[in-house]
């Protein structure tokens, strides 16, 4: 349980926890079928978490696939945004924008998210300015600014106002931290495993709404 953790690992384990559920919790909010969530930390605070997000969804129009390309943008960039929510005060909505761009761009992990993210903006680019000339280097990179000024701008709006449910879920997570059993080997490690199922029966992930949130331009 959470009271056994170190407090170096208990930190670690919820900044962690907080990336994992921004991205559990936004892609509920955003229409996508979810599975489980899995933390583990060692005692020297390596790391790894994930959540299970379902991307097939029908998909009949390029209209719904902008919308799709959008969902899975915010989707991703929820990670590093919802990592910065203040692990101390649940009540805290506030997320930092600059702490949440050094995290996506770091070495920790996240930066699988941020390679995602540019290849998706790319495409999202090309269907929205198809009459761009890709030589164009100078507008083709201010139309990829003003996509993800907006794309970030969404993602805070939705992150600080689905706060409360994913700092409540992140703590949740690390609540159900235990010790690995490691038979001839040294014990150093400590994981959880939420299932699908097991989410699904909490009030927190029940009551997680829909969102639609419009651009900003």
């Known amino acids: 349980m959470t009271s056994k953790l170190p407090p170096a690992i208990r930190?670690?384990?919820l900044q962690i926890a907080h990336h994992e559920m921004g991205h559990y919790v936004v892609a509920r909010a955003m229409g996508f079928a979810t599975g489980g969530v899995t933390l583990s930390v060692?005692?020297?605070l390596r790391?790894?978490?994930?959540?299970?997000i379902t991307l097939a969804r029908p998909i009949a129009s390029m209209e719904a696939m902008k919308a799709h390309l959008e969902a899975r943008v915010i989707v991703l960039l929820a990670g590093a945004v919802g990592q910065t929510l203040a692990p101390t005060n649940p009540n805290a909505r506030r997320v930092d924008k600059s702490k949440a761009v050094t995290i996506l761009k770091g070495?920790?992990?996240?930066e699988q998210d941020y390679a995602k993210v540019k290849e998706l903006q790319h495409l999202l680019r090309n269907i929205t300015c198809p009459d761009t000339d890709p030589a164009s280097c100078e507008r083709v990179t201010a139309q990829l600014k003003v996509m993800t000024d907006d794309l970030w701008a969404r993602t805070q709006k939705i992150v600080e106002e689905l706060a409360e449910t994913i700092t409540g879920l992140a703590s949740v997570l690390v609540?159900?931290?235990t010790?690995?059993?490691?038979w001839g080997r040294p014990v150093d490690t400590y994981e959880v495993v939420l299932t699908g199922a097991m989410l699904e029966r909490l009030g927190l992930v029940r009551d997680i709404p829909l969102v639609r949130v419009a651009p900003t331009q």
């Open 11 to 13: 930190e670690r384990a």
């Open 42 to 44: 060692t005692m020297d």
């Open 47 to 52: 790391h790894q978490g994930g959540a299970s």
């Open 107 to 110: 070495a920790h992990g996240a």
């Open 175 to 177: 609540d159900g931290m």
């Open 179 to 182: 010790i690995v059993e490691q």
